[in-house]
């Protein structure tokens, strides 16, 4: 992808690099980076157990009443529903992929909701396709509305990258709308599938969702890589 350009660019320029994982430390052990090479855990998780907390707690709840989520009910928000974006050009840019996924969503027996990025709405729209009642579409919600909804659904079907990590964060099986990942660690552990955008893989996968499952391991640490991160730098400075 892309990004990843740039991230190998940065590893070379940087004179600290904080890892997050065990494969992290490899790539760049590849790359013949071997020095300042710190496996601290994910900064992700620290943020995403923060602002859980704060979603738990009784105060946040006074709040949340509030943020009503672009009108969604709450009888839908707490009942069995699994949580979709589409939003990489690789998928709402083609056609034939793009109505493959809509066409997997519509055959889920199962309440989707889809904050629906503007590009992939047009797209759709272009297309001349159509979501069925069972497909809750909804505008880009912020990030506790999103995290709101991640905590409180049975299932991810995502093309994001970040999303897949806050799947395995939270213990939800993810379905990965993409041919490959950045975070191959989600795929070998079980809990986070390939499928692209095939859509009778989409569906096969769903239908899987309820086989057992691996004990989640804590590939990303334990929610602690700020600190680690300061104490490494305090120790230096």
Same mark, same amino acid.
């Given at each position: 992808?892309p990004?990843?350009?740039n991230r190998?660019?940065?590893d ?8 997050p ?8 052990n590849?790359?013949g980076?071997t020095q =300042? ?14 602002y859980r907390q704060?979603l738990?707690?009784?105060e946040?709840?006074?709040i ?17 529903f699994a ?6 050009? !690789?998928?709402? =840019? ?11 969503f519509?055959k889920?027996?199962?309440n *989707? ?6 590009r992939?709405?047009?797209y759709?729209?272009?297309? #001349?396709?159509?979501l069925?009642?069972n497909?809750?579409v909804i505008?880009p919600? #912020? ?6 909804l991640e905590?409180?659904?049975?299932? *991810?079907l995502?093309?994001? #990258? ?9 213990q939800?099986p ?5 041919e490959?990942t950045?975070w191959?660690e ?5 809990w986070?599938?390939?499928? !692209?955008?095939?859509?009778?893989k ?9 086989s057992e ?7 990303f640490?334990?929610?602690n890589?700020?600190?680690? *991160? ?8």
């Amino acid at each position: 992808m892309p990004e990843e350009q740039n991230r190998i660019l940065t590893d070379h320029l940087s004179e600290w690099l904080f890892c997050p994982t065990e494969v992290s430390i490899r790539n760049l052990n590849n790359e013949g980076i071997t020095q =300042n090479t710190h496996l601290v855990g994910d900064i992700m998780l620290d943020t995403s157990l923060f602002y859980r907390q704060i979603l738990k707690d009784d105060e946040a709840k006074k709040i949340s009443q509030h943020r009503n989520i672009k009108g969604l009910s709450s009888d839908l928000i707490h009942s069995n529903f699994a949580l979709a974006t589409v939003h990489r050009a !690789g998928n709402t =840019n083609d056609s034939t992929k793009l109505s493959s996924i809509v066409n997997a969503f519509n055959k889920l027996k199962t309440n *989707i909701i889809l904050p629906l990025h503007p590009r992939t709405r047009k797209y759709i729209d272009a297309s #001349g396709l159509s979501l069925n009642s069972n497909v809750f579409v909804i505008d880009p919600i #912020g990030y506790l509305e999103m995290l709101e909804l991640e905590m409180n659904c049975n299932c *991810i079907l995502i093309d994001s #990258g970040g999303v897949q990590k806050e799947a395995y964060f939270m213990q939800k099986p993810c379905i990965t709308l993409r041919e490959q990942t950045e975070w191959v660690e989600t795929v070998e552990s079980g809990w986070n599938i390939l499928v !692209g955008s095939d859509q009778e893989k989409i569906i096969k996968a769903y239908s899987r969702l309820n086989s057992e499952k691996n004990e989640i391991p804590l590939l990303f640490g334990n929610g602690n890589a700020g600190s680690k *991160i300061l104490s490494i730098l305090s120790d230096y400075f």
